[in-house]
């Protein structure tokens, strides 16, 4: 992780900017989805009077709908390109929209926000990468923690504040299931993206779960393979669980 973070963080900024047209494709289609009734319409449910008087209008809330809209489009089928990560359009979506928009309402700079993305994404790609292509853990879990992590880098958090976030986030999310793409993941990436700015938060006034506490390691490198250990092996038996409840319907 320390690799990822001192990559995301110093690399030259022309060599990573490319990132950023992740940014605007994920964001246009968070824009678009509106245009039409997509999936269970979460995005454009908050968006309307009700949402908002639940939800405010606060960054929080924006964030929410950015990542929300884009994915009731994508899970509806809508002619709407995203950019993937680790070949999952909902993980792109996680892993960018939430970034996007936090480091546009927080007036953070050009730079921070194309570190910021890239920090989240490669963030995603390195769990993922223990976690193996296919598990029965849902991939929110990966993408929202990516995001987590830069957005507390556009708080102005460090490394330290960084594998703080990361652990608040696998302990609260692990378990969560995947069962399938469907117009309902656009709720199981919107419960992430709450954590990811919980967690966030937490761990910028210095909140971190400690090692004593469930599976959570004071290495975060362990932490992760914790993690990962659980959505590739233990969640085995669910995956064959989840399955047979769905092909018995």
């Not at 970034?99 to 546009?104: I, R, S, Y």
């Not at 921070?112 to 989240?120: I, K, N, P, Y």
């Not at 652990?167 to 692990?174: D, E, G, P, S, V």
């Not at 969640?235 to 047979?244: Q, S």
């Amino acid at each position: 992780m320390q690799m990822v973070y001192d990559f995301a963080t110093t690399t030259p900024l022309e060599e990573i900017a490319f990132i950023n047209e992740a940014g605007k494709l994920n964001m246009e289609a968070a824009k678009r989805s509106l245009e039409q009734n997509y999936g269970h319409c979460l995005g454009k449910a908050m968006h309307r009077p009700l949402g908002r008087g639940l939800l405010g209008d606060t960054i929080f809330s924006h964030v929410l709908m950015a990542t929300s809209s884009a994915c009731d489009a994508r899970m509806a089928g809508a002619m709407i390109p995203v950019m993937s990560n680790s070949g999952s359009g909902n993980q792109g979506i996680c892993a960018t929209n939430p970034v996007m928009v936090f480091a546009d309402e927080n007036h953070n700079t050009y730079e921070e926000r194309t570190r910021a993305l890239m920090l989240s994404h490669l963030t995603a790609i390195y769990i993922k990468r223990h976690l193996g292509s296919l598990s029965a853990l849902c991939g929110c879990v990966v993408a929202s923690t990516g995001s987590s992590v830069g957005i507390t880098y556009l708080m102005g958090g460090k490394y330290e504040q960084v594998t703080a976030a990361i652990k608040n986030m696998i302990a609260n999310l692990t378990g969560m299931i995947c069962d399938g793409a469907k117009p309902s993941c656009a709720l199981k990436l919107t419960s992430g993206v709450t954590t990811a700015m919980l967690s966030a938060m937490l761990a910028v006034q210095g909140e971190c779960v400690t090692e004593v506490e469930g599976i959570i390691d004071r290495d975060v490198d362990r932490s992760i393979r914790n993690l990962a250990t659980i959505g590739s092996k233990a969640m085995n038996e669910t995956d064959l669980c989840v399955l047979n409840i769905m092909t018995n319907k």
